[in-house]
T-cell receptor, first 113, second 114 residues
Framework: DVKVTQSSRYLVKRTGEKVFLECVQD?????MFWYRQDPGLGLRLIYFSYDVKMKEKGDIPEGYSVSREKKERFSLILESASTNQTSMYLC????????????FGSGTRLTVV | GENVEQHPSTLSVQEGDSAVIKCTYS??????FPWYKQELGKGPQLIIDIRSNVGEKKDQRIAVTLNKTAKHFSLHITETQPEDSAVYFCAAPQPQRGYQKVTFGTGTKLQVIP
């Protein structure tokens, strides 16, 4: 089975801290994604990477950056965490076939205090 | 970009009844439509998908129908069970970068009442 592993299930960080969310997939997928999930707003794309060192902004990139140094790993970085970044963060991966879906990780519930 | 609308936002059904969730999309070139189920505390999981060259696909108690002319697709769950209670998301591909990204609907919270 394809696995997408997010390093933390729950995180509590202070305002202004630099936060790293890590995601690793084991199926050699080219595409990796970071989404944010908030009640009533569904899944919103933060950043997308289609290859190593390649990234593209999603719908809500402000306040976030990403890093993809290796194909299997995609990191989301909150440069200076703020309370409005309290949310559920979901990582996903997908191969190049347009006819297949995403595989999601279990999510990281981040609380910024 | 692709615009996906999903209805209803919440749905309560009695165990054994059927549930239907509908989504509309805007890009007529979209050709792949997945449905995801998200249980409490977990990430979304792909449960069924359909490509644009077919009108219906079934997998046991779940089915997806696609109307390309009207640009809408629906998830049908028959003989609902309590374990079907979850949030369901539809999705449609975005045309940018070779349809590698999708736009998700806002989700439907399904409650199956025993």
């Amino acid at each position: 089975d394809v696995k997408v592993t997010q390093s933390s299930r729950y995180l509590v960080k202070r305002t202004g801290e630099k936060v790293f969310l890590e995601c690793v997939q084991d199926m050699d997928h080219e595409n990796m994604f970071w989404y944010r999930q908030d009640p009533g707003l569904g899944l919103r794309l933060i950043y997308f990477s289609y290859d190593v060192k390649m990234k593209e902004k999603g719908d809500i990139p402000e306040g976030y950056s990403v890093s993809r140094e290796k194909k299997e790993r995609f990191s989301l970085i909150l440069e200076s965490a703020s309370t409005n970044q309290t949310s559920m963060y979901l990582c996903a991966s997908r191969g190049l076939d347009r006819g297949v879906g995403y595989t999601f990780g279990s999510g990281t519930r981040l609380t910024v205090v | 970009g692709e615009n996906v609308e999903q209805h209803p936002s919440t749905l309560s059904v009695q165990e054994g009844d059927s549930a239907v969730i509908k989504c509309t999309y805007s890009d007529s070139a979209s050709n792949y439509f997945p449905w995801y189920k998200q249980e409490l505390g977990k990430g979304p999981q792909l449960i069924i998908d359909i490509r644009s060259n077919v009108g219906e696909k079934k997998d046991q108690r779940i089915a997806v129908t696609l109307n390309k002319t009207a640009k809408h697709f629906s998830l049908h769950i028959t003989e609902t069970q309590p374990e079907d209670s979850a949030v369901y998301f539809c999705a449609a591909p975005q045309p940018q970068r070779g349809y590698q990204k999708v736009t998700f609907g806002t989700g439907t919270k399904l409650q199956v009442i025993p």
